[in-house]
């Protein structure tokens, strides 16, 4: 048994659980109308969807339609005929007619049936887009975003700017005091130095004899 809740008929697209049919074809002049079962044509088509994919009887078609009710050989026929005019199946390729069994169905089963309900009842005009429009920027004005000034990218960018102007520093300071540092290194030591205990150096400049205290960084000339 078949459990289908929207299947297309050739043309139209039917929620099994309504008399209505919708037009698929956009194209056609009569998109926008749309067809309404009887309640025979709706038990009809239900009990040959409930019988997919099995070829139901014609007994069997008159018990589920009619019930235990008394009716002619020529209703059955007349209920598969309008609702072939109501399907616009002229090649009979939808109600099909099995010689000497009965009749089945031939549908294709819609996996949703948002797009088949909702795309062929609405007229094709410019609405939908506008619309839609409003609700995507609605949804990404509610999106989150990430501000620069949020206070860890405050800080973030404090922290790059202090270790930029502390490098500058230093390479500054390094460049002030190469020429300082190239003298030291390429000096001359005195010829006449004599180094003594606890620290004290005692040397000759300009022929004065001084003494030079490490310790204290001191430098004595009489």
């Not at 008929?9 to 009887?38: I, M, P, Q």
């Amino acid at each position: 048994m078949a459990n289908f809740s929207t299947v297309v008929l050739g043309r139209f697209s039917w929620d099994v659980n309504s008399r209505e049919l919708y037009r698929l074809d956009k194209n056609d002049e009569h998109y926008a109308k749309k067809c309404v079962l009887t309640p025979k044509q709706h038990q009809l088509l239900t009990c040959l969807i409930d019988a997919y994919p099995s070829t139901l009887k014609k007994e069997q078609i008159i018990e589920k339609v009619w019930g235990s009710k008394h009716i002619s050989q020529e209703s059955l026929p007349q209920l598969i005929n309008r609702t072939r005019q109501s399907l616009e199946d002229g090649n009979k390729s939808i109600l099909v007619n099995e010689p000497g069994i009965g009749y089945s169905l031939n549908f294709t089963p819609v996996v949703s049936d948002r797009t088949t309900k909702t795309a062929p009842c609405m007229p094709d005009n410019d609405d939908t887009s506008t619309s839609t429009q409003p609700m995507m920027e609605s949804q990404l004005s509610n999106a989150p975003s990430v501000s620069i000034r949020h206070p860890l990218w405050c800080a973030l960018l404090g922290c790059l700017f202090f270790g930029l102007i502390l490098n500058l520093w230093k390479l500054t300071t390094a460049i002030y005091y190469q020429q300082d540092f190239l003298d030291v290194l390429n000096a001359k030591p005195y010829p006449e130095m004599t180094k003594g205990q606890d620290g004290i150096i005692h040397l000759t400049i300009d022929n004065h004899e001084c003494t030079y205290y490490k310790t204290q960084l001191l430098l004595q000339c009489p």
